[in-house]
């Protein structure tokens, strides 16, 4: 149990063009859904809270505006990468918060570039 | 607050030799503390966690860590490497369940090399 879907697993898109990507969970209810970015040979940053319903929670120094959460399921987020710039191209990963664990399970990851 | 320092980027074993990734973590109070594979290219894995119970946690694949509030520690060891074992390993913080915010804050990770 406990499985985290992203889609897709990698993209190219051209300069310019905005990029969707999917987090679903696919046997449980996640009320909270997390987004990170991952550089090369580094570690996860978080990008944002996911909270279904409302409003994400961005960390600091994330564009809200360059980067669109949309939590409008208990089973689905979405992150959209907006006008799309080679600095964008990362490694992204979501996860989501099962009720009555205390882990986080997570996708595997989606890898962007942007040419 | 909460930060959590993995002491080397790199590990280099033979295989069928021990395997010791180090973490120390700061907290303010009990936290939660997870290990995390990720192969390349990869999701994260979870490889075991700790939540106030057993110190000593066995996780999967043979791996095991031993929380040590004396040291703020939570090394992760593994008696006997295999190649499979090659990866990017995490060591992560986070509040106690239920939590404020349940976020995860992420060690800078360890690259372990297993050569045969």
């Known amino acids: 149990g406990a499985v985290v879907s992203q889609h897709p697993s990698w993209v190219i898109c051209k300069s310019g063009t905005s990029v969707k990507i999917e987090c679903r969970s696919l046997d449980f209810q996640a009320t909270t859904m997390f987004w990170y970015r991952q550089f090369p040979k580094q570690s996860l940053m978080l990008m944002a809270t996911s909270n279904e319903g409302s409003k994400a929670t961005y960390e600091q120094g994330v564009e809200k505006d360059k980067f669109l959460i949309n939590h409008a399921s208990l089973t689905l987020s979405t992150l959209t990468v907006t006008s799309a710039h080679p600095e964008d191209s990362s490694f992204y990963i979501c996860s989501a918060l099962s009720p009555g664990r205390t882990e986080a399970f997570f996708g595997q990851g989606t890898r962007l570039t942007v040419v | 607050a909460q930060s959590v320092t993995q002491l080397d980027s790199h590990v280099s074993v033979s295989e069928g030799t021990p395997v010791l990734l180090r973490c120390n973590y700061s907290?303010?109070?009990?936290?939660?503390l997870f290990w995390y594979v990720q192969h390349p290219n990869k999701g994260l894995q979870l490889l075991l966690k700790y939540t106030s119970a057993a110190t000593l946690v066995k996780g999967i694949n043979g791996f095991e860590a031993e929380f040590k509030k004396s040291e703020t520690s939570f090394h992760l060891t593994k008696p006997s490497a295999h190649m499979s074992d090659a990866a990017e390993y995490f060591c992560v913080v986070s509040p106690p369940y239920g939590g404020a915010t349940n976020k995860l804050i992420f060690g800078t990770g360890t690259l372990l090399a297993v050569q045969p």
């Open positions: 907290s303010s109070y009990s936290p939660s």
